[in-house]
């Protein structure tokens, strides 16, 4: 089980947190660097189940619970199941009693296989939102409080894929919480001037010419393109043309591509794998 916790510290409620999940992960990919975004499946258009492409790995919503929100699969839990307990013999709120204000939003795999680069039996996500109140849960660790993300993955993987699984969701999911939160803290989902801009330069990052020299009409002051700090690409970029450590250090990141876009003195995603 993978435990992935994020702190937002916007004015944000957990009703909100779950429709700008669903808008910006599951609909339009997190920012994962994939050639295409995420494909509905819907019949009813309803984009409760998607396929990325590559590698045509299909997930499905199986319920979603918020304020304004109240979801649930015809085709139930993984495998045909409703209770997660039937499914995986885990309970998935073992841990964490419910509060009010919570929101969740459970999914499934449909095809896991190695053909889909997902070598696993089953698969069960869980991605809940809390409030949290100034200073956090005991009102002692000085924050101003915000909605926490805590995104559980539980799957049975295929013999001798253990490794690589708990190697790929990790990855996955600390790049679409990064992602998430920067997403978060930017006005992104609306053009209000209906110029075809976005409106919040905040969340980009430009692509200079070399310092000094103009490429045609483009000065070397002017981005010759810009990407959108929300993206994978976008958020490497970030990091790295803030990182202020020796050359040593960056060179040697450059062979890990695990720590590409991780800014160690913000990175406040804490993650836990139990087997």
């Given at each position: 089980?993978?435990?992935?916790t994020v702190t937002d510290t916007n004015?944000?409620?957990?009703?909100?947190?779950?429709?700008?999940?669903?808008?910006?992960?599951?609909?339009q990919g997190g920012g994962l660097p994939?050639?295409?975004?995420?494909?509905?499946?819907?019949?009813?258009?309803?984009?409760?189940?998607?396929?990325?492409?590559?590698?045509?790995?299909?997930?499905?919503?199986?319920?979603?619970?918020?304020?304004?929100?109240?979801?649930?699969?015809?085709?139930?839990?993984?495998?045909?199941?409703?209770?997660?307990?039937?499914?995986?013999?885990?309970?998935?709120?073992?841990?964490?009693?419910?509060?009010?204000?919570?929101?969740?939003?459970?999914?499934?795999?449909?095809?896991?296989?190695?053909?889909?680069?997902?070598?696993?039996?089953?698969?069960?996500?869980?991605?809940?939102?809390?409030?949290?109140?100034?200073?956090?849960?005991?009102?002692?660790?000085?924050?101003?409080?915000?909605?926490?993300?805590?995104?559980?993955?539980?799957?049975?993987?295929?013999?001798?894929?253990?490794?690589?699984?708990?190697?790929?969701?990790?990855?996955?999911?600390?790049?679409?919480?990064?992602?998430?939160?920067?997403?978060?803290?930017?006005?992104?989902?609306?053009?209000?001037?209906?110029?075809?801009?976005?409106?919040?330069?905040?969340?980009?990052?430009?692509?200079?010419?070399?310092?000094?020299?103009?490429?045609?009409?483009?000065?070397?002051?002017?981005?010759?393109?810009?990407?959108?700090?929300?993206?994978?690409?976008?958020?490497?970029?970030?990091?790295?043309?803030?990182?202020?450590?020796?050359?040593?250090?960056?060179?040697?990141?450059?062979?890990?591509?695990?720590?590409?876009?991780?800014?160690?003195?913000?990175?406040?995603?804490?993650?836990?794998?139990?087997?």
């Amino acid at each position: 089980q993978k435990r992935n916790t994020v702190t937002d510290t916007n004015e944000l409620t957990t009703d909100m947190a779950v429709n700008r999940w669903m808008d910006f992960v599951w609909r339009q990919g997190g920012g994962l660097p994939l050639p295409l975004s995420p494909i509905p499946l819907d019949d009813d258009g309803g984009y409760k189940k998607r396929m990325l492409a590559p590698p045509f790995l299909v997930e499905r919503i199986i319920s979603i619970r918020s304020e304004s929100i109240c979801y649930d699969s015809p085709g139930g839990g993984p495998s045909g199941t409703v209770n997660v307990v039937d499914a995986f013999g885990v309970d998935d709120d073992d841990d964490d009693d419910d509060r009010d204000g919570d929101a969740e939003i459970t999914f499934t795999v449909d095809n896991p296989s190695i053909r889909t680069t997902f070598p696993a039996h089953s698969h069960f996500g869980s991605v809940k939102f809390r409030q949290v109140p100034p200073g956090g849960s005991d009102g002692s660790d000085g924050s101003d409080g915000g909605v926490e993300m805590v995104w559980k993955v539980t799957i049975r993987p295929m013999n001798h894929f253990q490794t690589y699984l708990t190697f790929f969701i990790k990855a996955v999911i600390s790049t679409l919480a990064r992602n998430f939160k920067v997403n978060l803290s930017t006005s992104t989902s609306t053009d209000d001037d209906n110029d075809g801009d976005d409106d919040d330069a905040g969340n980009m990052v430009g692509i200079y010419p070399p310092r000094g020299k103009d490429i045609g009409p483009i000065k070397g002051t002017v981005p010759l393109f810009q990407l959108r700090k929300d993206s994978w690409v976008g958020g490497v970029l970030s990091a790295h043309l803030s990182d202020q450590r020796g050359v040593e250090e960056q060179t040697k990141d450059m062979v890990r591509p695990w720590t590409w876009g991780v800014d160690e003195e913000k990175d406040d995603i804490d993650m836990e794998w139990t087997s």
